[in-house]
């Protein structure tokens, strides 16, 4: 979830650009969908189409919104695609739509920078359902949401829950009381969790979101709670209650150990690289080095058989250092680099997540592209085939096959080449229909 640093600085922001809206317009400005246009077959020629390993030349055909290599019986249109690079869409692993208001830029941003499928880790049901009615479909993003997620008495992401009723995001009236159960789940005691539980099933969440954060501070400090999210006890039975409802469960960490307690308590996702907030910790009283933030091998060795997914959010290196490089070389070379080199070594699956506001996960490809962990067809496969197939484990995307979804980017160069290419979208192609964006 977004730091408090953020948020204060969107408190300006948002003042003017969201507030005013809000107050013009509630809920009642979201239109209808209007019906999708009869679907078309194409055929695409001269296109140069990602086979996981290099660009091989062919042609497709999208027939009912579905790829196949075989000329269809119809075809009602011939794609000349020049010579550009096909890719599978790319995927946001980590961001949290908070505001209503605002969906409309989110989809369009999210259609043009290629991302088709996003993952909010964190909303309220009633928030969520303001807008539900315009994703999920051919010609938008699609989205699953954790909705409310599981966190201590006054632990993280409270501060932000509290943040966004002052922009009246949240009604005013609701209490501190009203946030346990519609924006948050709160478990002090094991007897909390049957309660808590049942309130989340019921809005249908995709999987579970559980906060740690510091949990080596938990209970040291009964006057500063520390913002420490749930007590890293309780995670085992929420794990087991998840996995019982066939869900996964993505935990909210900051520090190594918080990567740890999720690990051994059997969480399948890890929803941040452990370094958030590591401009204020170095130097604090409870974290003198980087050791705080650095995950130890047999951690990266059980998140590895476990099969636990890491979710990358480096973007905050900017958001938090932005305005220091010194520290933010610091942050990268001690900190970042070993621990994606750590995960990479014992092949821990990562995915590709941003949590920045207002932001697609396009900037976070390019990101981890810059620190040179990873060669540009394994940066390519993270974040088209692995991320996609992360958020929709079901469905046939993240390849360009036969039987696959036929969604797809072109872009103008070749990214195994050159990376930056990837910003080079020249169309856009999403289960059977063409995508329009904006022209910039
Ligand atoms: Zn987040």
């Given at each position: 979830?977004?730091?408090t640093?953020?948020?204060?600085?969107?408190?300006?922001l948002?003042?003017?650009?969201?507030?005013?809206?809000?107050l013009?317009?509630?809920?009642?400005?979201?239109?209808?969908?209007?019906?999708?246009?009869?679907?078309?077959?194409?055929?695409?020629?001269?296109?140069?189409?990602?086979?996981g390993k290099?660009?091989r030349?062919?042609?497709?055909?999208s027939?009912?919104g579905?790829?196949?290599?075989?000329?269809?019986?119809?075809?009602?249109e011939?794609?000349?695609?020049?010579?550009?690079?096909?890719?599978?869409?790319?995927?946001?692993?980590?961001?949290?739509?908070l505001?209503?208001?605002?969906?409309?830029?989110?989809?369009?941003?999210?259609?043009?920078?290629?991302v088709?499928?996003?993952?909010d880790?964190?909303n309220?049901p009633?928030?969520?359902?303001?807008?539900i009615?315009?994703?999920?479909?051919?010609?938008?993003?699609?989205?699953?949401?954790?909705?409310?997620?599981f966190?201590?008495?006054?632990?993280?992401?409270?501060?932000i829950?509290?943040?966004?009723?002052?922009f009246?995001?949240?009604?005013?009236?609701?209490?501190?009381?009203?946030?346990?159960?519609?924006?948050?789940?709160?478990?002090?005691?094991?007897k909390?969790?049957?309660g808590?539980?049942?309130?989340?099933l019921?809005?249908?969440?995709?999987?579970?979101?559980v906060?740690?954060?510091?949990?080596?501070?938990?209970?040291?400090?009964?006057?500063?709670?520390?913002?420490?999210?749930?007590?890293?006890?309780?995670?085992?039975?929420?794990?087991?209650?998840?996995?019982?409802a066939?869900?996964?469960?993505?935990?909210?960490?900051?520090?190594a150990?918080?990567?740890?307690?999720?690990?051994?308590?059997?969480?399948?996702?890890?929803?941040?690289?452990?370094?958030?907030?590591?401009?204020?910790?170095?130097?604090?009283?409870?974290?003198?080095?980087?050791?705080?933030?650095?995950?130890?091998?047999?951690?990266?060795?059980?998140?590895?058989?476990?099969?636990?997914?890491?979710?990358t959010?480096?973007?905050?290196?900017?958001?938090?250092?932005?305005?220091?490089?010194?520290?933010?070389?610091?942050?990268k070379?001690?900190?970042?680099?070993?621990?994606?080199?750590?995960?990479?070594?014992?092949?821990?699956?990562?995915?590709?997540?941003?949590?920045?506001?207002?932001?697609?996960?396009?900037?976070?490809?390019?990101?981890?592209?810059?620190?040179?962990?990873?060669?540009?067809?394994?940066?390519?496969?993270?974040?088209?085939?692995?991320?996609?197939?992360?958020?929709?484990?079901?469905?046939?995307?993240g390849?360009?096959?036969?039987?696959?979804?036929?969604?797809?980017?072109v872009?103008?160069g070749?990214?195994?080449?050159?990376?930056?290419?990837?910003?080079?979208?020249?169309?856009?192609?999403k289960?059977?229909?063409?995508?329009?964006t904006?022209?910039?």
């Open positions: 979830m977004m730091k640093f953020t948020i204060k600085f969107l408190i300006f948002l003042a003017f650009t969201f507030l005013l809206p809000c013009q317009n509630p809920l009642t400005e979201l239109k209808a969908q209007s019906p999708l246009p009869k679907q078309k077959s194409y055929q695409f020629i001269n296109g140069q189409w990602f086979d290099g660009f030349r062919r042609s497709f055909y027939a009912g579905v790829l196949t290599s075989k000329k269809t019986a119809r075809i009602d011939t794609i000349d695609l020049k010579n550009g690079f096909v890719i599978p869409a790319f995927a946001e692993g980590h961001n949290h739509w505001e209503p208001q605002r969906v409309d830029e989110y989809i369009q941003n999210y259609l043009r920078d290629g088709f499928y996003v993952k880790e964190g309220l009633y928030i969520v359902s303001q807008f009615s315009k994703l999920n479909r051919p010609t938008s993003v699609d989205f699953i949401t954790a909705l409310q997620g966190t201590g008495s006054g632990g993280h992401p409270l501060e829950i509290r943040q966004f009723q002052e009246g995001v949240i009604p005013k009236e609701w209490t501190e009381r009203d946030f346990d159960g519609k924006a948050v789940l709160i478990v002090d005691d094991a909390d969790i049957p808590r539980w049942k309130l989340l019921a809005g249908k969440p995709d999987f579970v979101k906060f740690l954060n510091d949990s080596e501070q938990f209970g040291m400090n009964k006057d500063n709670p520390k913002k420490t999210g749930i007590n890293p006890k309780f995670l085992p039975e929420i794990v087991r209650l998840a996995h019982e066939r869900l996964y469960v993505s935990v909210h960490i900051s520090t150990t918080d990567f740890h307690n999720a690990v051994v308590a059997g969480a399948d996702e890890i929803a941040h690289l452990p370094f958030v907030d590591f401009d204020k910790k170095l130097g604090n009283e409870h974290f003198l080095d980087n050791e705080h933030f650095l995950i130890s091998e047999a951690d990266a060795k059980l998140a590895a058989r476990h099969g636990v997914r890491v979710i959010t480096l973007s905050w290196l900017k958001a938090d250092l932005g305005d220091d490089p010194q520290r933010a070389e610091e942050a070379t001690q900190v970042i680099i070993p621990n994606l080199l750590m995960l990479k070594r014992h092949g821990v699956k990562l995915l590709i997540g941003s949590d920045q506001f207002r932001q697609t996960s396009l900037p976070e490809i390019l990101l981890l592209s810059s620190f040179k962990v990873f060669t540009n067809p394994e940066l390519l496969k993270i974040a088209c085939e692995t991320t996609p197939q992360a958020i929709f484990p079901k469905r046939k995307i390849f360009l096959r036969d039987g696959y979804e036929a969604s797809f980017l872009l103008d070749n990214p195994l080449t050159n990376f930056e290419q990837i910003k080079n979208i020249r169309l856009r192609f289960q059977g229909y063409f995508i329009e904006p022209k910039e």
